[in-house]
């Protein structure tokens, strides 16, 4: 059993009881009062035998108190009826994940009630306050600063509370941050207990570093219960006012519901798998299904071997040259590489595009890591904020949501920003394979430093569910990406066929047209239409809108988009010629009808 356990009984409830005093109680409860103002619902964590939540509780605050003591319990009980509030209670251990069975609250207290369990046991219950609140919820964190105990700190100490003689015997260890030992108590009927003391005694620092990594921005730090009071070296009692920030959006969060029967659902290009078709069938043969299914790669678990030669036909490296296969790692899909890649941020700041795609800094955050979500509208404008935070990763897509494709030079030269600032560059192209053959930032991996590219064949081959992507990393960052990145991440059978898909020499040329002919045209009726459009690289099978109510007056006719962000939508362009008359008709563009497609786009149709 965890050592507090058997530490809050009724023996350190009689020492507390000569210490909270109801004047600290009440100068406590007047503090809290002022932060929580807007708040109704408050969870109380650690809240002892109620003093302060049944303070709240009187100023009209819907309490809900947790602790592990089924003693102090057991007093608040009591003292809740004689105050006549209503306090609901639950007895669980803060530092466990389950147990806590609470409502839903708009605020969450902890009042000395912090440094129980160790670093990791007090981070995951931060974590877990954070998905209580919601986005913005505040969370008032008291704790007692080593700074100031540890000038006063004794090994040995006496003290006489009510009928009782506590004597304490611990040690406080500097490494660990852990003040450690007993506490024996001598009553007045001459029967005895010994307590075990186990405390992590924090530095306001480090506090602040954990909320931040549970999801937390501090607002403030006060010292001794007043507000804008500053903490200094000798402040015993720090209280942080953290609110719970804003989870990134999943990029899942647009494709959820189910659009009614008689609506065009513009969240995602389906019609392109009609011209990829022949490319997906052909590389199908070669992969030879039924053998490979049962190959298990322990001679190449990461796939590099088998795919170096290939990406570097695909990718645009000079004849008889290629990337070292330790410098590719084969991952679940190009997700699936961004969730491993997540872990080399080790906390630090991921530097993300508001255009970019959200897995890796969702992940990151997750994990703990600060995100900093800037617009990426030049070189110049990245530029300058990674020398502004020293990112450790600074991810960009390529080519984004909005705006044309970066050229290699200009990702080159972020490349050297980056290495100056000691950050990883990681360029996801995802949505590179509508560009033409040969059109990749990869093959500036092999002089650049960390740097990592991804590349996938979900968007425009339309086999996602192959789950097969491709991170072609730096020489200097090989090692350490593969740290981050599962092995035999991609099945056998699924690289044999993403390979032949790659390994034609221009798989998508038939989407590449059908894209080109039919994009211009949907963009024009759309703006006929009233819709504001936003510029996008020519070769992605999208158009971005922006979000207006003219835009949603057209797309009321029954088009469903995607909502990329605020202000901000997603329409995919329709390609099907079925697809494409329903469109244009709801939009308004019906002399526009009849845009076949061309012979060029045909061949991809039929295998």
């Not at 036909?313 to 190009?334: D, E, K």
């Amino acid at each position: 059993m965890p050592w507090y356990q058997d530490y809050f009984t009724a023996d350190y409830w009689a020492y507390a009881d000569a210490e909270y005093s109801r004047e600290r109680t009440e100068a406590e409860v007047g503090y809290l009062a002022a932060v929580l103002a807007g708040c109704r619902r408050v969870l109380d964590l650690g809240c002892g035998t109620g003093r302060h939540a049944i303070g709240l509780a009187r100023m009209g605050f819907e309490m809900t108190g947790v602790d592990v003591s089924e003693h102090a319990l057991a007093r608040a009980a009591r003292s809740a009826a004689e105050a006549g509030v209503e306090l609901r209670l639950r007895h669980a251990d803060l530092l466990s994940r389950t147990g806590w069975d609470v409502p839903s609250v708009d605020a969450v207290i902890c009042v000395q009630a912090f440094g129980w369990g160790r670093d990791a046991d007090q981070l995951r219950m931060l974590r877990d306050v954070r998905r209580l609140l919601p986005t913005g919820g505040p969370l008032v964190l008291d704790h007692s600063s080593i700074h100031a105990i540890a000038g006063a700190y004794r090994s040995r100490d006496r003290a006489v509370a009510g009928s009782a003689t506590f004597t304490f015997s611990r040690r406080y260890d500097p490494v660990s941050g852990r003040s450690a030992g007993q506490v024996d108590v001598a009553r007045s009927d001459g029967t005895a207990a010994t307590l075990p003391d186990d405390v992590r005694l924090y530095t306001p620092a480090e506090v602040r570093a954990l909320l931040s990594s549970a999801g937390f921005d501090v607002i403030r730090a006060d010292a001794d219960f007043r507000a804008g009071n500053p903490v200094t070296i000798g402040t015993r009692y720090v209280q942080f006012v953290a609110v719970a920030r804003a989870p990134v959006k999943s990029a899942l969060a647009g494709h959820r519901g189910q659009p009614t029967a008689d609506a065009v659902d513009l969240r995602t290009a389906a019609d392109e798998a009609d011209f990829s078709r022949a490319a997906v069938a052909a590389a199908w043969p070669a992969a030879g299904a039924a053998g490979i299914a049962r190959r298990y790669d322990l001679d190449d678990p990461y796939g590099g071997v088998r795919s170096a030669p290939v990406l570097a036909a695909h990718l645009g490296w000079p004849r008889g040259r290629q990337p070292g296969h330790a410098r590719i790692t084969v991952g679940a899909g190009v997700t699936g590489l961004l969730h491993g890649l997540s872990r080399m941020a080790r906390g630090g700041i991921v530097l993300a595009d508001q255009d970019g795609h959200p897995q890796l800094a969702e992940s990151a955050a997750a994990s703990g890591a600060q995100l900093e979500v800037r617009p990426f509208t030049s070189v110049t404008a990245v530029a300058e904020a990674i020398a502004e935070l020293r990112p450790a990763l600074t991810v960009i897509d390529r080519p984004a949501f909005t705006g044309p494709r970066w050229p290699a030079s200009a990702i080159a030269e972020l490349a050297e920003d980056a290495a100056r600032a000691g950050s990883v560059l990681v360029v996801d192209e995802t949505c590179a394979c509508y560009l033409p053959p040969g059109d990749s930032t990869a093959p500036l991996t092999d002089t650049a430093q960390a740097m990592i590219v991804l590349r996938g064949v979900s968007k425009g081959y339309c086999c996602g569910g192959l789950r097969i992507g491709f991170a072609v990393a730096s020489p200097d960052l090989a090692a350490e990406a593969r740290e981050s990145l599962a092995p035999l991440a991609g099945s056998a059978l699924s690289l044999e066929v993403a390979l032949g898909l790659i390994r034609q020499a221009d798989p998508l040329a038939s989407l590449r047209t059908r894209i080109a002919e039919v994009k211009p045209r949907v963009e024009a009726v759309a703006r006929q239409a009233g819709m504001t459009i936003a510029r996008t690289d020519e070769h992605v099978p999208w158009i971005a809108l922006l979000d207006s109510p003219a835009t949603r007056s057209a797309l009321a006719t029954g088009l469903i988009v995607k909502d990329m962000r605020p202000g901000m939508l997603r329409m995919a362009v329709p390609l099907a010629p079925g697809r494409y008359d329903a469109v244009m008709a709801r939009l308004g563009g019906a002399g526009d009808h009849g845009v076949r497609p061309s012979a060029e786009s045909l061949r991809g149709v039929r295998p």
